[in-house]
């Protein structure tokens, strides 16, 4: 039979989540390494956590964070720190060699989670997992309790593994991500800018085609079809960096 203070406390539970007026993002490492999550709100939105943190190898942490809230998060790892000033450097997604990124990007190439919490026009959330800007970490982002219709987006493979020669990044011979057809060609065509800033004229790449052919839950160049775009109304949502595959 539940105890007094048990029931309270459960009690005290129920009350602080019904009571919340965000939503919940739990960060998770999978990883058999630490990362240092890095997190940039878009314009006009607030940073969490001063912009990064560090997450040991099986850590979650919980973040709050207001409806209509827009903003990445991205992985970052190899990072060495100092603790009295926070300067350090990572060997991806480093953000000026600050381990909170306040208000900085990560430093291409990272997988990068991408968030809409819903908008003026539309309570709806809008999340994807992008490639745009490369990878470095698998990640996935899962709805709880966002009911029917609620889409996991995901690259849950390591692209590093099969990552073409002339895209690879190496730090002290090992691979530790794979850019992107614009990062390593740096032109219009790759990038869909310029005359092909458009998706008429703006089409996949070869690389393109690859990692859709592995990571099909993930967005993967500038004008992709919207299967990388998933659509839900949750209260939380699991992001888990090498989340199994």
């Known amino acids: 039979m539940p105890t007094t203070s048990n029931v309270f406390f459960f009690l005290c539970i129920l009350i602080s989540i019904s009571s919340t007026d965000g939503v919940q993002l739990i960060i998770v490492n999978n990883c058999k390494q630490s990362i240092w999550p890095g997190i940039l709100g878009t314009a006009g939105h607030p940073t969490p956590k001063d912009g990064g943190f560090h997450l040991y190898s099986g850590e979650q942490v919980v973040m709050e964070v207001p409806e209509r809230w827009s ?39 990272t997988t990068v989670v991408e968030m809409t919490l819903g908008t003026s026009k539309s309570a709806l959330h809008y999340y994807d997992v992008s490639l745009v800007d490369g990878f470095n970490l698998p990640v996935s982002m899962k709805p709880v309790g966002g009911g029917v219709g609620c889409g996991v987006a995901a690259c849950e493979a390591d692209l590093n593994v099969c990552c ?63 299967r990388g775009l998933k659509t839900c109304r949750a209260p939380r949502y699991v992001i888990t960096f090498c989340p199994p595959n």
Not at 72 to 95: L, P
Not at 165 to 193: E, F, H, I, M, P
């Open 71 to 109: 903003g990445r998060i991205w992985g970052r790892q190899g990072c060495c720190f100092d603790e009295q000033t926070g300067k350090g450097s990572c060997q991806t997604g480093d953000c000026d060699g600050f381990l909170q990124c306040r208000g900085i990007g990560g430093v291409p190439p």
């Open 164 to 226: 073409p020669s002339n895209l690879v990044v190496k730090r002290q011979a090992s691979v530790v991500g794979c850019k992107s057809a614009c990062l390593a060609a740096r032109s219009d065509r790759y990038c869909c800018t310029g005359d092909f800033a458009n998706p008429t004229s703006c089409k996949p790449t070869v690389f393109a085609h690859l990692f859709k052919s592995i990571c099909a839950r993930a967005y993967n160049y500038a004008y992709d079809d919207s």
